[in-house]
């Protein structure tokens, strides 16, 4: 049970977190937060979404984000790319990075974007394509791979199988969701255990929404288990579409607080994130949904 | 890394929660809450607290709230008494448990309580000697396990000296408190280790703060550890003294939510627990502290 000596942290506040938060939303606000964001010495961010509006209308403008961004050559921003139209959109914007996005079950997928697993899959395969052509890295998402808020419990082979395919298409690191936030220790334990058989740990995230609280918990199973990629979300942006007035993704703070503690390197400036996470939550008039962010806040 | 295979809840929310909370309390509104507290399944409730209303004001009344409980058997409401006039007070209150409040840090000591720790210690033990011959059972509390507010970290060899003083005396249970919520796993890990060198699992609990998020990750540490008691507040009653607007105890809903899921028995009834949460924080007008309370209320 050796624990890693340093991680990687994907901050996905600027996309899963705001596409979540009710209220006005400008392209001038999620600059200004990426902007900080970087400051503070996050290198990997997920900047936007190339999607249409009229599913999430809160990312309509990803291509004014990007154009906006200091270039900074040692940040990452990466944004979802759910087709070819958003792909290209992607490319035409100067995306380095873009992202996939499957699930671990029928029922979501149907649910979610009206489809099996196998067809979201094939769908994901020439954007995969052009995106390598391009030059742009791929990252895969698989949502519910523990639970569904349709379907109940996931079987951890489902999440291996569709691991597989992602990494068969080019995707380099394979984010893990728990999308419902329904998972304890011992459920991740065993999900990567199974994909650990499979799957190298360093192409390898995880993705957990805070909604009953076990996120963090979670996260330090994931870390014992030779975890080093995670992703988060400042001020814990982004809310639950399952359960209203639920928690959203597990806030960037939560991570940074328990990665100093075990003294994992990060390469996060806490204060500075904490003021990121406290001038969006003003922004937006959301309470902070970091409990680090109201302690030191 | 055995899990323990059922674990004590120690209720501590009508006590450690309440006395925190702003606003109104009257000894109605705690009696309601504690009665829901025991409808819903938990046997082991901190109830109230025999100490100067001078310095807790919102334990006053104590003696009523234990003369107006149902009678259960299975139940064990407990009561605080830092001397031998709370003490005396309890018995004629006819409580059945008591407990005594330590520390580990000598700066906390000072301030909290105007004594070293060896000076409250020795306060202690002719509370707990009476007790013990009233037939009275006598916990032993020992705050800033971890970290102390004014000392910064604490040596784990510290808590153990402490704890061993107090089952001297005759505690037969020993709570260890992250009184400021500073803790991560690791000192969590190094902590256990140093105290189970000496004392028996059976007479351990966890008490830990959420101040930083990171209460949960922590009692998952604890269990992986063999620790079987758990201190928890539900709804998350309770703040922190020492950074304004930051969370308190760790919310008895989370706890049990992560024990569910890890398939370790306790006794409480989840949905109930969740609506004596919501209960109580309507009453006090506060949001409510759980995130499990949250998604399910």
């Given amino acids: 049970m050796t624990l890693p000596s340093s991680v990687k942290i994907v901050e996905v506040g600027p996309r899963d977190g705001l596409q979540n938060e009710p209220g006005e939303l400008t392209v001038a606000t999620r600059v200004k937060l990426i902007e900080a ?3 503070a010495g996050l290198r990997h961010i997920e900047a936007g979404s ?3 509006p009229k599913w999430v209308p809160k990312m309509a403008g990803s291509d004014q984000v990007f154009a906006a961004l200091k270039a900074r050559p040692e940040v990452t921003y990466s944004a979802l790319t759910p087709n070819m139209q ?3 959109a992607a490319l ?5 990075e873009v992202a996939v996005f499957g699930a671990a079950s029928e029922a979501f997928s149907a649910k979610n974007i009206n489809c099996t697993i196998a067809e979201s899959l094939e769908r994901f395969r020439p954007v995969a394509s052009a995106a390598l052509d391009a030059g742009v890295a791929v990252r895969g998402y698989i949502s519910c791979v523990v639970g569904c808020p349709y379907q109940g419990a996931i079987a ?3 999440v291996v199988e569709v691991a597989q395919q992602l990494l068969d298409m080019g995707c380099y690191e394979i984010s893990l969701g728990d999308t419902v936030g329904v998972a304890t220790p011992n459920r ?3 999900l990567l255990e199974a994909v650990q058989r499979k799957v190298a740990n360093q192409q390898l995230a995880v993705h957990f929404h805070d909604t009953y609280g076990q996120a963090l918990a979670n996260i330090y199973r994931a870390l014992e288990m030779g975890i080093s990629t995670i992703d988060s979300s400042v001020a814990g942006l ?6 209203a007035g639920a928690s959203g993704n597990v806030a960037t703070e939560e991570v940074i607080y328990l990665l100093n503690g075990l003294g994992i390197a990060h390469g996060v400036d806490l204060a500075a994130l904490v003021q990121a996470g406290a001038a969006i939550s003003a922004k937006l008039g959301r309470d902070n949904g970091s409990k680090v962010g109201r302690a030191m806040g």
């Fill in 92 to 96: 035409a914007a100067g995306v380095k």
């Fill in 37 to 39: 964001l970087a400051d």
């Fill in 86 to 88: 958003g792909l290209e």
């Fill in 188 to 190: 991740i334990g065993a």
């Fill in 238 to 243: 982004g809310g639950c579409p399952y359960a």
């Fill in 50 to 52: 190339f999607v249409s």
């Fill in 156 to 158: 951890p082979q489902a």
